[in-house]
Every structure is written in C-alpha cells, then in structure tokens.
C-alpha cells in the first residue's frame, strides 16, 4: 500500500518536478475533501472482489472512484 507523505521530494528532483507534485496534490485534495467512505461490503461486486483478494499476492488500488 503506498503511503503519501508531506515531506520534500528528493534533491534529486526538479523544479518542474516540485510544481507538478504541487499541481497533483492540490487536484487531489479538492477531489478527496467532500469524499465520504464506504464500506466494500456495500458494492455488489465486493463478494468477487473480497474471494479474488484473498488468494492473490499483489493488489492494485485503483481510485477515487465515484461520489
């Protein structure tokens, strides 16, 4: 599971990579604000999904999804 942090990109990165971390944060942030969370056993598709995961190794988190 990824994890976002507030720290500082690496020195590493540039200027351009500062701005665009900057642009993606504040989109996202706006996005997630209002965003209430559901529990999976609401979706009807979560008895696939909840049978698929527990066999598998490696997941892919995909979202927001819909509000």
């Known amino acids: 599971m990824a994890v976002v942090t507030d ?6 990165g540039t200027a351009g990579d500062v701005e665009m971390a900057a642009v993606n944060r504040a989109f996202y942030d706006a996005l997630w ?3 209430r ?17 527990a066999v598998a ?6 979202g927001p ?3």
């Open 7 to 12: 720290s500082a990109p690496s020195s590493a």
């Open 37 to 53: 969370l559901q529990q999976p056993e609401r979706f009807n598709t979560w008895p696939e999904v909840a049978r698929l995961a």
């Open 57 to 62: 190794a490696d997941r892919l988190e995909v």
């Open 65 to 67: 999804g819909l509000r």
């Open 33 to 35: 604000r209002d965003c």
